[in-house]
C-alpha cells in the first residue's frame, strides 16, 4: 500500500474465508498499483478516470453502515431451490463453496482494471442469485438497493447465476435520497449455462449529487439468452462498462438501453459485444433523450472472431436533444475477423426535438412541458415495447413518467 493515509480510509473484513481475505488483499495492491486509466484510452475518452477515484477531494469516505438488500422474491422459488442472500453470507455458507470458488471473479479476472480491483478489494454490499439446473421462474424477482446515508462511497457487488435449462426475470433497482451525495463502485457477474434464459433489468435512480460507476460482465454458453435492460435516469455522473462473451454456439444477448438526462446530468455506457462462436447473435437498441446541459456519450464495441461464422449483430443509437445547450455523443466500432456473417450493422442518429410537433401539441391545448413529455415518452416507446416482460414495461414506463414530470 503506498499511503498511510489510504490504509487509515478503509480495513478489510476479517471474519471471511481466508482465501476471500487474501483475494481482497491482493486486489487492493493491484489497485494501488495500476495507474487510473489513460484518457487516450476508447472508454475514458468522455469521462475523467478521476471523477470515480476514491480520494478525500470527492468526499469519498466508505459506508459505516452494511447495506442489506431488499429481496421480494414468491414461496414458488424458494421451493424450487432458488437462491439468493446478500453475497457476503453465501461466502460464509460452505453448501455454496464450490459454487463461488468456481465462478466468482472469473469474468473481472478477464478484463483487470483499477476500478474492478477497488471493488474486489472493499465491496461490502451485494447478493448471489443461483437458479438450480431446469428452474424456470415466471414471476420477476426484485431486489432493491436504497442507499441511506447521505455521504459515504459503496462497493457493491452481485454475482448471478443460472444453471443449464432455467430461466428468471430480474428487476435490480438502485436508488439513493434526494439530498446525498455518494460514490459508488458497483461489478456484476453474469454466467448462463447452456439453454438458460434471464431477463435483467438494472434501473439506476440516484440522486443529483451521486457519482456511479458500472462494471458489468456477462458469459453466455450454447443456446443462452440475455435480455439486458439499462436504464439511467439519476446520478450526477453516471458511467457504465458493459461487456458480454457470447461463448456459447447460438447464444444471443438483447441489450436496450434508455437514459433521460436534465440539469449538468452526465452519463456514459460503453458496451463491448464479443461473437466467439458460430451462429450468436447481439441486438442492441439504446435510446437518449437529453435536456439543459446534459451531456451522454454512448460507445459501443462489436467484435466478430474468426470462430464466429454465421453471426448476426445490430446495433442502433439514437439521441434526442431537447435544448441547444445539451450534447450526445456516439461511437460505434466494429471488429469483424471473419468474411461469414449473417448480418452485421449499426445506426446513430443525432437530433433536436422537431418544433413543429411541439408546436402542434400546444396548438391541441398543451403546454410546451407537457408537448416535451409526450413526445420524449414516444421516443423511447419502440425501446420499452421490446422489452419481454409485460410488469418491466410497466414498471419503466411510470419512472420515465415520474421523471419527466420534474423536468
Same mark, same amino acid.
Not at 435490480?172 to 446525498?180: A, N, T, Y
Not at 449529487?209 to 454458453?221: D, V, Y
Given at each position: ?5 489510504k490504509k487509515? +480510509?478503509f480495513?478489510?473484513? +476479517? ?5 476471500l481475505?487474501?483475494k481482497?488483499?491482493?486486489a487492493?495492491?493491484s ?5 487510473l486509466?489513460?484518457r487516450?484510452?476508447?472508454?475514458w ?6 471523477w470515480?477515484?476514491f ?5 469519498s469516505?466508505?459506508?459505516?453502515e452494511?447495506?442489506?438488500p ?6 414458488e422459488?424458494?421451493e424450487?431451490?432458488?437462491v ?10 460452505e453448501k455454496?463453496?464450490?459454487l ?8 473481472t479476472?478477464?478484463?483487470p !482494471?483499477k ?5 474486489e478489494?472493499?465491496w461490502?454490499?451485494g447478493?448471489?442469485?443461483y437458479?438450480?439446473?431446469n ?8 431486489v432493491?438497493?436504497l442507499f441511506?446515508?447521505l +455521504? ?5 457487488? @452481485? ?9 428468471l426475470n430480474?428487476i ?9 451525495k455518494?460514490l459508488?463502485?458497483?461489478v456484476?457477474e453474469i454466467?448462463?449455462e447452456?439453454?438458460?434464459r434471464?431477463?435483467y433489468a ?6 443529483k ?13 450454447n443456446n443462452?439468452e440475455?435480455? !439486458?435492460? @439499462? ?6 455522473i ?6 458480454t462473451?457470447?461463448?456459447g454456439?447460438h ?5 436496450y438501453?434508455i437514459?433521460?438526462g436534465d440539469?449538468?446530468?452526465?452519463? $456514459? ?7 466467439n462462436?458460430?451462429?450468436t447473435?447481439s441486438?442492441l437498441n439504446?435510446?437518449v433523450?437529453?435536456?439543459?446541459? +446534459?451531456?451522454?456519450?454512448y460507445?459501443?464495441?462489436l467484435?466478430i472472431s ?6 448476426d449483430?445490430?446495433q442502433?443509437n439514437?439521441n434526442l436533444?431537447?435544448?441547444? $445547450? ?5 461511437i460505434p466500432?466494429?471488429? @469483424?475477423?471473419?468474411?461469414d456473417?449473417?448480418r ?6 443525432v437530433g433536436q426535438?422537431?418544433?413543429d410537433q ?7 391545448g398543451?403546454s410546451?412541458?407537457e ?6 415518452e414516444?421516443?423511447?416507446?419502440p425501446t420499452?415495447?421490446r422489452?419481454?416482460?409485460e410488469?418491466?414495461r410497466?414498471d419503466?414506463?411510470?419512472k420515465i413518467k !415520474?421523471k419527466l414530470?420534474?423536468?
Open positions: 500500500m503506498k499511503t498511510k493515509e487509515k +480510509s480495513e478489510l473484513p +476479517s471474519d471471511e474465508p481466508k482465501w481475505f487474501e481482497r488483499l491482493s487492493l495492491i489497485y494501488e498499483k495500476e495507474p486509466p489513460n487516450v484510452s476508447h472508454l475518452k468522455y469521462s475523467d478516470p478521476s470515480f477515484e480520494n478525500s477531494n470527492n468526499g469516505i466508505v459506508s459505516s452494511k447495506l442489506k431488499v429481496f421480494a422474491l414468491d414461496n422459488a424458494t424450487k431451490g432458488v439468493l442472500i446478500e453475497l457476503s453470507d453465501a461466502f460464509r455458507n455454496y463453496n464450490d463461488i470458488l468456481k465462478y466468482f471473479s472469473q469474468l479476472a478477464k478484463c !482494471n476500478f474492478a480491483y477497488f471493488n478489494a472493499i461490502s454490499s447478493y448471489f442469485l437458479v438450480p439446473k428452474v424456470k421462474i415466471e414471476k420477476p424477482i426484485t432493491r438497493l441511506n446515508q +455521504s459515504s462511497l459503496e462497493a457493491v457487488r @452481485i454475482l448471478i447465476l443460472l444453471e443449464e435449462g432455467s430461466s430480474l435490480d433497482e438502485m436508488s439513493s435520497p434526494e439530498d446525498s455518494r459508488l463502485n458497483t456484476t454466467f448462463l447452456k439453454e438458460s434471464l431477463s438494472n434501473l439506476q435512480l440516484h440522486s449529487q451521486t457519482i456511479s460507476h458500472l462494471f458489468q460482465r456477462a458469459e453466455i454458453k443462452a440475455l435480455t !439486458n435492460v @439499462i436504464v439511467a435516469l439519476g446520478g450526477k453516471s458511467k457504465a462498462d458493459l461487456g462473451d457470447l461463448c454456439t447464444a444471443g444477448v438483447t441489450t438501453g437514459v433521460l440539469g449538468v446530468q452526465k452519463f $456514459d455506457h460503453h458496451t463491448t459485444l464479443e461473437h462462436a458460430p451462429y447473435k441486438d439504446f435510446r433523450a437529453l435536456k439543459d446541459t +446534459s451531456r451522454s456519450a460507445t459501443g464495441n467484435k474468426h470462430e464466429a461464422v454465421k453471426s449483430a445490430h442502433e439514437r436533444l431537447l435544448s441547444s $445547450d445539451a450534447k450526445a455523443e456516439s466500432e466494429l471488429e @469483424i475477423l471473419t468474411n456473417v449473417t452485421c450493422n449499426h445506426g446513430v442518429t426535438i422537431d418544433k411541439v408546436f402542434y401539441l400546444m396548438s391541441r398543451l410546451q412541458k408537448a416535451e413529455q409526450v413526445i420524449i414516444g421516443f423511447v416507446e420499452i415495447s422489452i419481454p416482460e410488469s418491466l410497466e419503466i414506463m411510470l !415520474n414530470g420534474v423536468l
